[in-house]
């Protein structure tokens, strides 16, 4: 059975970094696409990141382009999300997904997901 387990979210600073990860069971990670989503509270679930299958492509949002990077450790069948220089705005539950389309121009339609880690950018 599928499994998503994401873990490493905190309340940080603006201008901090943070880490968090998304580890996989019962799939072979590096034949899947994962993306990174978030929801902030009143706001809708935000496609921020993904990596494509044998990490051909990968998609950044325009509002962390620079600052965050994606990558997979496919031995720990764990793919991270690296944020560095938060802001407030970065605020929010950032869920991993699998199964779903990764182009560099586009994050969608990912079928199963991980129950969320929350990020809280704040002074």
């Known amino acids: 059975q599928l499994q998503l387990v994401e873990s490493g979210g905190g309340l940080v600073q603006p201008g901090g970094s943070l880490r968090i990860s998304c580890a996989a069971s019962g799939f072979t990670l590096d034949a899947h696409a994962i993306g990174w989503f978030r929801q902030a509270p009143g706001k809708e679930r935000e496609g921020v990141s993904c990596?494509?299958?044998?990490?051909?492509?990968?998609y950044y949002a325009e509002s962390v382009k620079g600052r965050f990077t994606i990558s997979r450790d496919n031995a720990k069948k764990t793919v991270y999300l690296q944020m560095n220089s938060l802001k407030p705005e970065d605020t929010g539950v950032y869920h991993c997904?699998?199964?779903?389309?990764?182009?560099?121009?586009?994050?969608?339609?990912?079928?199963?997901w991980g129950q969320g880690t929350q990020v809280t950018v704040s002074s």
């Open positions: 997904a699998a199964d779903g389309l990764c182009y560099s121009d586009y994050v969608g339609l990912f079928d199963s």
């Open positions: 990596i494509s299958s044998s990490d051909r492509s990968t």
